[in-house]
């Protein structure tokens, strides 16, 4: 199928290369020239396991980037997955999105054939269908059903595992309007559906193959699609934020949080993942998803108050951290090493990292503060001028009076704390360390 992407950000880069993988034609539209060059000649413009290979494999044949929304014409297909930022009232804006509505619809204005148009990104119920769509038809003179279709289809993508996760998800949902949206991208993901980009990607990459073969297919109405990507994030915030929670109060019982909630995951009910208790969740999706359904709950008049304390747990993470380092280090113009930067391993993404919180809080009590990350320091410098960044772990913590681990990157398993004034680390992650060679070491929930 002729395909084209509106947006070369995590998702949009994702979904491109991967549906050029799966054999379709692909153009990527965006607006910051240097990403369309880079994606032109071959190059990712982001960091992800598995995205460099596809973009060098398909650039210049079924994967080509362009600034020039008139472009579109040549699609039958167009995903729209544009950013949608957090306000700070935690609602979501939209301008972003409105804006690049317009321009489809402009683009659309003189095409004959019919065109499908599918929200990728993460909305609001409603958004689709009381927001995209008048704009399309008003910039497009064209009706809604009447050669321009809308659909919802939200993305499930994990920072570091994107790719695996868009060609071998366990499920991809469809909100549609009519039976022949829902036909063209039950066309379009054929693949993914019956399990042959799964094999292919697990042949490529040598990787044990998920449970299931092809994904399972829901295909439901727009504004349930749009509600289902909250909800599954709410859902997994919220398990990770009760993980932490249990592992702060088995931490005050001096008990091992990780054996109990290994035996927790047993129950088939619950299940053993997102059971790592620790430093909490960050990144751009649970932070902003969560925020903008409490705010979107609140506009209807209905107080989120569960979602609320998941929230709070979350927050609370990093200060509780450099709480525990306190009472071994002296921080005010103590050297303090912190490992990693990115929100999760296997990214560069350091968008509401728990990691900076972590600094934030070490700066307050007059810290120096000396850092690293594999890959994401960059990404950090500019914000944070007055840290120190090392070339490796090694020396982060040489000379250091104190480290706290807050990224669980595996170069950070068995490493030797060596080279500091005083061993003495705190974990916010559980990576593993040969604590009888340490001075001491603190478990945030451990």
């Given at each position: 199928?002729?395909?084209?992407?509106?947006?070369?950000?995590?998702?949009?880069?994702?979904?491109?290369?991967?549906?050029?993988?799966?054999?379709?034609?692909?153009?990527?539209?965006?607006?910051?020239?240097?990403?369309?060059?880079?994606?032109?000649?071959?190059?990712?413009?982001?960091?992800?396991?598995?995205?460099?290979?596809?973009?060098?494999?398909?650039?210049?044949?079924?994967?080509?980037?362009?600034?020039?929304?008139?472009?579109?014409?040549?699609?039958?297909?167009?995903?729209?997955?544009?950013?949608?930022?957090?306000?700070?009232?935690?609602?979501?804006?939209?301008?972003?999105?409105?804006?690049?509505?317009?321009?489809?619809?402009?683009?659309?204005?003189?095409?004959?054939?019919?065109?499908?148009?599918?929200?990728?990104?993460?909305?609001?119920?409603?958004?689709?269908?009381?927001?995209?769509?008048?704009?399309?038809?008003?910039?497009?003179?064209?009706?809604?059903?009447?050669?321009?279709?809308?659909?919802?289809?939200?993305?499930?993508?994990?920072?570091?595992?994107?790719?695996?996760?868009?060609?071998?998800?366990?499920?991809?949902?469809?909100g549609t309007a009519t039976d022949e949206a829902a036909?063209?991208?039950?066309?379009?993901?054929?693949?993914?559906?019956?399990?042959?980009?799964?094999?292919?990607?697990?042949?490529?990459?040598?990787?044990?193959?998920?449970?299931?073969?092809?994904?399972?297919?829901?295909?439901?109405?727009?504004?349930?699609?749009?509600?289902?990507?909250?909800?599954?994030?709410?859902?997994?915030?919220?398990?990770?934020?009760?993980?932490?929670?249990?592992?702060?109060?088995?931490?005050?019982?001096?008990?091992?949080?990780?054996e109990v909630l290994e035996a927790v995951g047993l129950?088939?009910?619950?299940?053993?993942?997102?059971?790592?208790?620790?430093?909490?969740?960050?990144?751009?999706?649970?932070?902003?998803?969560?925020?903008?359904?409490?705010?979107?709950?609140?506009?209807?008049?209905?107080?989120?108050?569960?979602?609320?304390?998941?929230?709070?747990?979350?927050?609370?993470?990093?200060?509780?951290?450099?709480?525990?380092?306190?009472?071994?280090?002296?921080?005010?113009?103590?050297?303090?090493?912190?490992?990693?930067?990115?929100?999760?391993?296997?990214?560069?993404?350091?968008?509401?990292?728990?990691?900076?919180?972590?600094?934030?809080?070490?700066?307050?009590?007059?810290?120096?503060?000396?850092?690293?990350?594999?890959?994401?320091?960059?990404?950090?410098?500019?914000?944070?001028?007055?840290?120190?960044?090392?070339?490796?772990?090694?020396?982060?913590?040489?000379?250091?009076?104190?480290?706290?681990?807050?990224?669980?990157?595996?170069?950070?398993?068995?490493?030797?704390?060596?080279?500091?004034?005083?061993?003495?680390?705190?974990?916010?992650?559980?990576?593993?360390?040969?604590?009888?060679?340490?001075?001491?070491?603190?478990?945030?929930?451990?």
């Open positions: 199928m002729n395909v084209s992407i509106v947006g070369s950000g995590y998702v949009g880069t994702t979904v491109a290369a991967c549906l050029a993988d799966l054999g379709h034609d692909v153009l990527n539209v965006e607006i910051d020239a240097d990403i369309v060059d880079s994606i032109n000649a071959g190059d990712a413009p982001i960091h992800e396991s598995g995205l460099e290979e596809r973009i060098a494999t398909h650039a210049g044949t079924s994967l080509r980037a362009t600034t020039d929304y008139d472009e579109i014409r040549t699609t039958d297909v167009t995903f729209l997955c544009l950013p949608t930022p957090q306000s700070d009232d935690g609602s979501l804006d939209l301008a972003i999105m409105r804006a690049g509505a317009e321009s489809l619809g402009r683009a659309l204005e003189s095409k004959d054939d019919d065109h499908l148009v599918v929200v990728k990104s993460t909305v609001l119920p409603g958004t689709t269908e009381d927001v995209v769509a008048p704009i399309l038809e008003a910039e497009s003179g064209t009706a809604i059903g009447d050669g321009i279709e809308v659909a919802m289809n939200p993305e499930f993508l994990r920072m570091g595992t994107a790719v695996r996760d868009f060609l071998e998800p366990d499920k991809v949902v469809l036909a063209t991208l039950r066309e379009l993901y054929a693949p993914i559906l019956d399990g042959e980009a799964r094999r292919a990607s697990n042949t490529a990459s040598g990787d044990e193959p998920r449970a299931r073969d092809g994904a399972t297919l829901v295909e439901t109405d727009v504004r349930e699609a749009e509600l289902i990507k909250y909800a599954n994030n709410a859902f997994l915030a919220a398990k990770v934020s009760l993980v932490n929670e249990l592992g702060n109060i088995a931490a005050e019982y001096d008990a091992d949080a990780y129950d088939d009910r619950i299940s053993e993942r997102f059971m790592r208790s620790g430093l909490g969740w960050g990144g751009s999706c649970f932070p902003k998803d969560v925020n903008a359904l409490r705010a979107g709950a609140r506009e209807q008049g209905y107080e989120p108050e569960l979602l609320d304390a998941v929230v709070a747990v979350n927050d609370a993470q990093p200060r509780r951290l450099v709480d525990l380092l306190e009472p071994h280090v002296d921080l005010e113009g103590a050297r303090i090493a912190v490992l990693g930067l990115s929100f999760k391993p296997g990214t560069d993404d350091v968008r509401k990292s728990r990691a900076l919180d972590v600094i934030d809080h070490l700066q307050k009590r007059d810290a120096t503060v000396v850092a690293y990350d594999p890959v994401a320091i960059e990404a950090v410098r500019s914000d944070y001028p007055t840290v120190e960044y090392a070339d490796s772990a090694e020396g982060a913590l040489a000379g250091a009076d104190g480290a706290v681990v807050a990224t669980d990157w595996p170069a950070f398993d068995d490493l030797s704390f060596e080279g500091m004034t005083r061993s003495i680390v705190v974990d916010g992650r559980r990576i593993d360390v040969d604590e009888s060679a340490l001075e001491v070491y603190e478990g945030l929930t451990w």
